[in-house]
């Protein structure tokens, strides 16, 4: 798998396409991630990240959301709430409120870790599954790479 995931970097590298530089860096970020490989996983996440108005914004908006979840994991709440906020401020501005539901879920586990509890079980009780239903890619890889 690292193989075709360095192929798939080199090609984007080499053509030089914004929307396949975000894609092949997504993967890759996802994959290191997968391997226990943050520092990677944060390298690959965060070019995804930088190029969010240049190419397809999903793939960097799910790319920000991981750097943020990596930032938990290492204890930087701090910067994990930072990078929620200004994927919210960018929600809001461009009025893509599919991503709203995914982004407050991640708010949700956040004041979790704060020790909010109060409003992390307010959030859980007013919570419906339909909401992520069709505008949250999975935290792991789908299909058969053959």
Known sequence: ???????????????RNANAIVGSSW???LLHYEW???MA??????KAAELRFSANYSASFHSMVALARIYQVEGDLD???ATHD???????KVQNMDLLP???SFQ?????RQGDVTRAVRWARSFQPADLAESVLFFELQGNFC
Do not use: C, Y
Request: proline letters at 2%; aromatic letters at 8%; charged letters at 20%.
């Open 79 to 81: 910067k994990a709430q």
């Open 41 to 46: 996983a944060k390298a690959h996440l965060t």
């Open 1 to 15: 798998m690292s193989s075709v995931i360095q192929q798939f970097l080199g090609f984007a590298a080499e053509n």
């Open 102 to 104: 995914p982004l407050d």
């Open 108 to 112: 949700a586990d956040q004041w979790w």
């Open 27 to 29: 993967v890759a970020g």
């Open 86 to 92: 200004t994927l919210r401020t960018e929600i809001m």
């Open 36 to 38: 226990s490989d943050l």
